[in-house]
């Protein structure tokens, strides 16, 4: 699932360090949705919408919507 996640987190001066801290998650957890190599779970992608202030949409990208 593609996001937008390193941008959201560059436009705020976060290191990936940062937001693992806030999200209560591994700075690997962070690089790896940041990478598509890992998709959160629902309740940590709405942690991370809530965090930035956006709806769950605007982080992530629906596979079917995707092209």
């Known amino acids: 699932m593609n996001n937008h996640l390193r941008a959201l987190r ?17 700075r690997q957890s962070v690089n790896a949705i940041e990478t598509g190599r890992y998709d959160p779970s629902l309740p940590l992608a709405f942690r991370i919408a809530e965090l930035f202030e956006l709806a769950i949409e605007d982080v992530f990208v ?4 995707e092209k």
């Open 10 to 26: 560059a436009a705020r001066g976060w290191s990936q360090q940062h937001l693992a801290e806030q999200l209560e998650v591994s």
């Open 62 to 65: 629906s596979p079917s919507k």
